[in-house]
């Protein structure tokens, strides 16, 4: 089978990554659950920013945010070896500009993802990961955002949401901890 990760906050804790670097950035305590309890993507509303704030605010830590201690969901490296173990090819399709697409890609790899030659994809936007996704014929794709996730409604493919409070809302099938992937699989 063919499996499709998107990389940030599906299988890495990217947003929870950048509320730390938010907080120790602008000398803040903002608490964890408050965090948690956010139910859009964006962060910056949790610090008092506008908008245009926590945009200048991202790009402006973009490298440390990407490139930096970012961890990896819990089991989310050893459920992408045992798939491949298994036979399955896994490919990654990030949003991620052009400009992150090598770096991206070795961060995975030392990182310890198994990523294999011609599967990471990089550099579209939110909305064209539908094509990518038809092209390679995947038969599950997992991403976070509601946006690409509802894009992909109509295709003939199990696609799965990584939990978050933002994607709640959204009434397909999801994944809390990639442990629960393997238990899907047939085997």
Known sequence: MRFGFDIDDTLINLREHAFHVYNRKL?????????????????????????????????????????SACPPFPNAIEVLHELV???????????RTSEHCE???????????????????????DTQKVHIIQELELD??????????????????NIYAKDSSYNRHIDIPR????????????E
């Not at 994944?175 to 047939?186: Q, S, V």
């Open 175 to 186: 994944i809390g901890c990639w442990n629960e992937l393997i238990r899907l699989l047939p």
């Open 27 to 67: 000398n803040k305590q903002i608490g964890l659950e408050q965090f948690q309890d956010l139910n859009k993507i964006p962060i910056h509303d949790l610090f008092g920013m506008t908008m245009e704030e926590g945009k200048l605010m991202w790009n402006t830590h973009r490298e440390e945010i990407y490139y």
């Open 85 to 95: 173990r298994r036979g399955h090819e896994v490919y990654y399709i990030t949003a």
């Open 140 to 157: 599950y794709y997992f991403d976070d955002k509601p946006a690409v996730l509802e894009t992909l409604t109509e295709l003939s493919i």
């Open 103 to 125: 770096r991206t890609s070795s961060w995975l790899v030392q990182a310890g993802f198994p990523v294999k030659e011609g599967h990471f994809f990089c550099g579209m936007s």
